[in-house]
């Protein structure tokens, strides 16, 4: 099992940028594809973007292509990834979750994860 644990989220207004940060721990570590999801009241939990620990393999999704980038940094048996969120929009505002996959493919579902953390908020306000 993968401990994540997120920071970063926050109340920005239109056009801010902010900087989520999810640090991963545990066995196995680089078999794992972190990845961000997002979620709102309305929308299920989607996945918006995916590193792998080894190797670096990124996906953004087109939603946030062009304004949302994915990195990480790996030191010490623990690997941190960033979730840098540029032109933020009212439609980002959700509640912002990590979450890791074994072995995972490019993308995987919500449904797929093996483990998650706890979700950050982030508010934009117009």
Known sequence: ?????????????????????????GPDLNFYRLGWFRQTPEKARELIAAISIVGGLEYIANSVKGRFTISKDNANAKSTVYLQMNSLKPIDTAVYYCAARKNAAYTYSANEADDWGHGTQVTVSS
């Open 1 to 25: 099992q993968v401990l994540l644990v997120e920071s970063g989220g926050g109340l920005v207004q239109v056009g801010a940028s902010l900087r989520l940060s999810c640090a991963a721990s």
